[in-house]
């Protein structure tokens, strides 16, 4: 399995009238956005844009609604999203063609949910999500994995993944210490639940196939 065979096999989810949508699952780290934004990219090409991407980072809920349920130094958690949301986005991108419809972004820095980011025009045949809790059973996350035509798996080896979120930590300013409790405490968590949702996906994508990221990075 190569990137062109990916590339081939998200194009070919498009169907004249349906607007499909593509979800890229994983453990923190493993690649999800990247692939989601290279897909995009090379799809899209020159020409006038078809494919939108629409994270499922945007559903992080904001610090303040975190500090009131106490669950900030959980952040990333399934429970740290607007689950229902997400899912009932997901629907009205599926049944609402003729408008723009809006969905929320996330931002890196400031670590917040940024509404009305991401306009997903009428002309978008296909819309490429991603996060972590796509395959998830558990509450409204069960109503995710309805509205999305196919979820893909990345599978990156495990020590490239800590040590590639590692360095993004240090990146968004954390200091070595903190970025290794962090991805050895909280995300390993979320990354053990992640990991036992790998059988329901319709691919397993090898890290072989996983693209490198655009320069400079999106986000
Ligand atoms: N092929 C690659 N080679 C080197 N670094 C990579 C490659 N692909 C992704 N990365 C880097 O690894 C980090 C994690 O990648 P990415 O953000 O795509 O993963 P993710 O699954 O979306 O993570 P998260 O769950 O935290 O959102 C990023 O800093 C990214 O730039
Ligand atoms: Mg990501």
């Known amino acids: 399995m190569t990137f062109d065979d990916l ?9 004249p009238g349906h607007r499909a949508i593509l979800g890229i699952t ?15 990219r090379e799809l899209n090409g020159d020409g006038p844009p078809w494919v939108a991407h629409v994270p499922m980072d945007g559903f992080h809920l904001a610090d303040v ?6 669950r ?7 429970d740290t999203f607007d689950a229902a949301g997400y ?10 063609h003729e408008e723009i419809v809006y969905a929320p972004g996330f931002e890196r820095v400031l670590e917040q949910p940024l509404a009305g980011a991401i306009p997903v025009p009428p002309t978008a045949g296909l819309v490429v999500t991603e996060g972590n809790y796509l395959l998830l059973e558990s509450g409204a996350w069960a109503r995710v994995r309805a509205q999305l035509d196919e979820v893909w798996f990345c599978e990156l ?11 993004r930590h240090e990146e968004f300013g954390k200091d070595q210490d903190s970025a290794v409790a962090w991805v050895l405490g ?3 968590r979320n990354a053990d639940l992640v990991a036992t949702t790998r059988e329901r996906a319709d691919l397993l994508v090898p890290g072989t196939a996983l693209p490198e990221p655009l ?3 999106l986000s």
Not at 72 to 78: E, L, T
């Open 7 to 15: 590339l081939q096999r998200a194009a070919s989810l498009a169907r």
């Open 26 to 40: 994983g453990s923190p780290g493993a690649g999800k956005t990247t692939l989601a934004e290279r897909v995009v």
């Open 65 to 70: 609604e975190l500090d009131r349920l106490g």
């Open 72 to 78: 900030r130094d959980r952040k990333g958690a399934p």
């Open 87 to 96: 899912a009932a986005l997901l629907r009205r991108l599926h049944e609402e």
């Open 157 to 167: 080896d495990e020590q490239e993944r800590i040590r590639r979120l590692v360095d």
């Open 186 to 188: 909280t995300d390993q």
């Open 215 to 217: 320069t400079p990075p």
